[in-house]
């Protein structure tokens, strides 16, 4: 009973830890990818899904994996934004880890499925996405404390998420893949910045030091911009394959409130909104130039 009171974490606690905002980060590249697969020639649902489960496994893994690492270092201690179990002392740490291991687990399920569907040496490339995952900011010299976040971000749920799934599925990458997955990648490590900015005076004093941190406060800010703008000039490159992908431009007008808000020098809980506006145009320009990109191939 004690126990219990010193750890109070509630079901809502543990969903906030998953950091659902974040989400989206997993599931448009899946659905960029299986576009693109269909543009290629084929495209395959079963896979579609196994490979949706692989990211949001992995998305939800790296988040607890972060809320434990950044709870134990002391660096979640004075921070706005989404529930720290560890840091706001909610949870176990261990508790934490073991989820984070559970949804690793997860993914690895799945993953090894997906792969011996498609190809075998998938298994290694889900291996390297579980280690940068938990390396973020875990083991002993963390990367994500190196300014490196982001490009793990543009790499793993870019990249590798949507040319994997475009693979998975069609059995080879096109130049629709490789520019589906520059945008998602780029505006997925949007999110990852804004997040970065916003913690910019906590992780400067507590030696994080992120991309943010790194860069400064001002030139953090017109990368965001510059991060977020991709998608949308991908957009015009997709226009070759079909001028409907266009319509994804639509997207843009949730991306334009979130750049406004950061280069009007927006700080702590006043960036919290950037996330979700970023994460739903990422998903909604993934769904859009999906849909289209289908569309055209059909």
């Known amino acids: ?28 590249p899946v659905v960029a990818g299986t576009g693109a697969a269909a543009a290629a020639g084929q495209w395959l649902p079963v896979r579609a899904v196994l490979a949706a489960v ?16 950044d ?17 706001g002392r909610l949870a176990k740490p261990r508790h934490v880890k073991l989820a984070a291991f559970a949804s690793f687990g997860v993914a690895a399920v799945a993953g090894v499925v997906l792969s011996l569907l498609s190809a075998w040496w998938f298994i290694l ?3 390297a996405c579980i280690l940068g995952a938990w390396f973020y900011t875990g083991g002993t010299n963390p990367y994500g404390y190196r300014g490196l976040g982001e490009v793990a971000v543009f790499v793993f749920f870019g990249l590798v998420a949507v040319l994997g799934t475009q693979y998975t599925q069609a059995g080879r990458i096109t130049w629709v893949g490789v520019a589906a997955a520059v945008a998602v ?36 800010r017109r990368v965001f911009a510059a ?29 334009a409130a ?36 289908g569309l055209a191939a059909s």
């Open 1 to 28: 009973m004690a126990d219990s009171s010193r750890y109070p974490a509630t079901a809502r606690d543990w969903l906030q830890g998953a950091r659902p905002h974040t989400w989206a980060n997993a599931f448009a």
């Open 54 to 69: 692989v990211a949001w496994a992995l998305i939800i893994g790296v988040n607890y994996a972060n809320d434990y690492s």
């Open 71 to 87: 709870g134990i270092r002391g660096t979640d201690e004075d921070r706005t934004g989404p529930t720290r179990l560890t840091g």
């Open 125 to 127: 490339v889900g291996l």
């Open 185 to 220: 990648g780029a505006i997925s490590a949007s999110v990852n910045l804004a997040n970065n900015i916003r913690d910019i005076p906590s992780d400067r004093a507590t030696g994080k030091i992120t991309l943010a941190v790194r860069l400064g406060d001002r030139r953090a």
């Open 227 to 255: 991060l977020t703008a991709v998608p949308f000039i991908a957009s015009l490159a997709l226009a070759a394959v079909t001028p409907w992908a266009l319509l994804a431009l639509v997207a843009g007008a949730l991306s």
């Open 258 to 293: 979130a750049v406004r808000t950061v280069l009007s020098g927006a700080t702590g809980p006043a960036l919290i909104p950037v996330l979700g506006l970023n994460g739903r145009a990422m998903l909604l320009w993934a769904l859009i130039t999906a849909f289209t990109l």
